[in-house]
């Protein structure tokens, strides 16, 4: 049995990722791929504790380190309980972020050595990686405006500008080092035109 694609999808705050992610869904399984839908962090019952602890606003001091860590931890258990089980059987996953959120937010906004990072990507995945990243880009501005539309923020959104400005940067940056993989996606203009780009795409795997 041909084993599943593993497809992320990545960006900063108010990116859009929710909406696409409801059309990736749709749009594969009219394709008559069987698709799982999960995130991160979550994505598992021990991960989503871990989830609430990490974005509850209630959560009011974490050192960077603790955070980077908690992340990785929900990422472990995510990979092994149902990442992988999913791809074995030759469905496919679609994850709402993944490994290089921590590049960018824990590295890129929180300012924690990239080198750490990458021994814990080594540790955690050894050879795993997604087959396509997905990454919607809009400036920080517009971003945070439809973060605002959208009500109370978790602890992450609660950062000031300069904190996304980061994020931003550190996943551009990530996107030119590893360009087969990273598809960035401008997602500034309207849900149709972000749809088009990401159709063309899902139709190159």
């Known amino acids: 049995m041909q084993k599943g694609k593993f497809i992320t999808i990545d960006g900063v705050e108010g990116a859009g990722k929710s909406t696409q992610i409801n059309f990736i869904c749709g749009y594969l399984k009219d ?49 092994h309980a149902k990442i992988m089980p999913i791809l074995e059987k030759g469905d496919w996953v679609l994850s709402d972020r993944f490994t290089d959120a921590s590049y960018a937010y824990q590295g890129g906004g929180r300012g924690l050595d990239v080198d750490r990072i990458a021994k814990l990507e080594e540790w955690v995945l050894q050879d795993f990686t997604p087959d396509m990243t997905l990454l919607l880009d809009v400036p920080v501005e517009l971003g945070m405006s439809r973060v605002e539309s959208r009500g109370e923020k978790d602890r992450i959104e609660l950062e000031d500008m300069d904190f996304f400005n980061r994020v931003r940067d550190a996943y551009i940056s990530r996107s030119k080092q590893f360009p087969d993989r990273i598809k960035l996606i401008d997602s500034s203009e309207t849900v149709e035109h972000t749809k088009e780009q990401i159709k063309i795409i899902l139709d190159s795997l």
Do not use: C, Q
């Open 31 to 79: 394709k008559g791929i069987n698709v799982a839908l999960t995130r991160e962090p979550g994505g598992t019952e021990l991960g989503e504790k871990i989830r609430t602890l990490l974005l509850s606003p209630k959560t009011k001091s974490m050192h960077s380190d603790t955070e980077l860590l908690l992340m990785f931890a929900a990422r472990n258990e995510h990979i």
